[in-house]
């Protein structure tokens, strides 16, 4: 039997639990990785020197007095989408570059819009709860089709594409906007999709689904105004993040019957405070689980071990 010899391409130091695919990638590949899933704050401060890169989810937040203490440290890697708990800033100056995989649950975001516009349209969430509460009351759950109805994204990057691929294999009309639409016209045709204003998407769509990134400019993007123009039997789906609609304004066109209805994965605050919205009968609301799928969970630890290799490789 022929052993495997490797010259190690540097100490990886894995601080939170992630996905082990991603662990034995790094270990074939010659790095030499500590696992330490519980590690602490003071703890990591007194071994950071020994490692060239660091791997978090989102337990352990890399400061500035970590990244000072991390004199060998040449790159510090995030298993997930953002970067909130890495001092990205303080990494920079000190040369440590930064990586994540934010294409990672790119398709599990995707397939939960399609299961919330299934849940809008079929009332599921209510029909389970109906009969494990010992009713029978089919015929208050008449719901709607997704064949044939109009599908409004907003947001034509990873997730949007996808959801546009999937809502054609249900046979919806598909109306795309995005700042950057000319940009994206070839995939806005291969996906049969076609380019509107943001005004078209609000007023023509029978459902509403956001995935645009949280900025200053989108920060309430929807709100009193938009849900003004949007359909009364229209429904609006937010797995972005949640302060790209103003919630107040949600609650009121809820209640006013100016949208139909919601479904949410994310909130201004998570978990979410504002009881007067989570308790209405018309919103369908999820723990911000849009990632939260065993191949998305695989895919974020992969991406960055292969990104890890890319740039150990390089030198
Ligand atoms: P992406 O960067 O691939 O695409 C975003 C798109 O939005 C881009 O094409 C950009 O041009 C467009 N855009 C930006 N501002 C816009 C505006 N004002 N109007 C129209 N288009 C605009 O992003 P993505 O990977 O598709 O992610 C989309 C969102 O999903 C992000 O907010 C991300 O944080 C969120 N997300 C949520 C979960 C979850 O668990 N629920 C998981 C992953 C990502």
């Known amino acids: 039997m022929q052993l495997k010899s490797h010259s190690c391409l540097g100490r990886v130091l894995v601080c939170d639990s992630i996905h082990d695919e991603g662990i034995r990638i790094l270990e074939d590949s010659g790095f030499k990785v500590d696992f330490k899933p519980l590690i602490k704050a003071e703890e990591l401060i007194s071994e950071v020197s020994k490692y060239d890169a660091l791997v978090v989810r989102s337990r352990t937040r890399v400061t500035k007095p970590i990244l ?97 691929k999937k809502a054609k294999a249900f046979d919806m009309r598909v109306l795309i906007h995005d700042v950057i639409i000319e940009e994206l016209m070839n995939q806005v045709r291969e996906v049969g999709g076609e380019a509107v204003s943001f005004e078209e998407v609000l007023s023509i769509s029978d459902f509403v689904t956001l995935h645009i990134p949280l900025t200053p400019d989108t920060r309430y993007l929807i709100g009193e105004k938009e849900f003004g123009k949007m359909k009364g039997s229209a429904y609006l789906i937010n797995t972005s993040r949640g302060a790209i609609v103003d919630e107040a304004a949600l609650v009121k066109a809820l209640k006013a019957g100016k949208i139909a209805g919601a479904a949410l994965d994310v909130y201004e605050e998570e978990p979410p405070k504002r009881k007067e919205l989570t308790e209405l009968k018309n919103v369908i609301c999820t723990p911000h689980i849009g990632a939260e799928t065993v191949e998305a969970q695989r895919a974020n630890s992969v991406i960055v071990a292969e990104k890890l290799i890319k740039l150990f490789k390089k030198g």
């Not at 399609?114 to 709860?129: H, N, Q």
């Not at 109906?130 to 997730?159: A, D, H, Y």
């Open 68 to 164: 000072e203490a991390g004199e060998n440290l040449k790159v510090v890697a995030r298993a997930g989408v953002g970067l909130d708990n890495i001092d990205v800033e303080a990494a920079t100056k000190r040369g440590i570059i930064v990586i994540n995989s934010p294409e990672a649950p790119s398709n599990a975001v995707a397939e939960l819009v399609i299961g919330l516009m299934l849940s809008l349209a079929r009332k599921i969430p209510e029909a389970d709860a109906s009969v494990k509460q010992g009713e029978w009351i089919k015929n208050r759950l008449t719901g709607f089709e997704l064949k044939n109805k109009i599908l409004g994204i907003i947001g034509f990057g990873k997730i949007g594409y996808l959801v546009a």
